[in-house]
């Protein structure tokens, strides 16, 4: 999976190189590249809710939360099934 966020914003940030036989290289220092790291993974949260959102039975149309044992109303990450899953993407 690609983050589209975190390839931008090493374009703009990345210093270009050249070198022996016009090969180019892009050079990021190391706070840069964990900034692309942290674009990347936010990036990666935000579609994974998305298309856990996108599947998830308990939402009918209206994206209103069917599950009796969480919370009822529009699906938020306030929901403690929600918060199952997104510290399931964070390991925790």
Avoid: T
Wanted: include cysteine.
């Amino acid at each position: 999976m690609e983050s589209k966020k975190a390839r931008e914003f090493i374009e703009r940030k990345a210093l270009i190189l050249s070198g022996y036989n016009d090969d180019e290289w892009s050079v990021l220092d190391k706070k840069k590249a964990e900034e692309a790291v942290e674009i990347a993974e936010k990036e990666m949260m935000e579609k994974a809710i998305e298309a856990h959102r996108n599947k998830c039975d308990a939402l009918n149309d209206n994206k209103i939360c069917n599950r009796p044992m969480f919370k009822i109303g529009v699906c938020d990450d306030e929901c403690a099934y929600m918060q199952g899953f997104i510290n399931q993407l964070n390991n925790k």
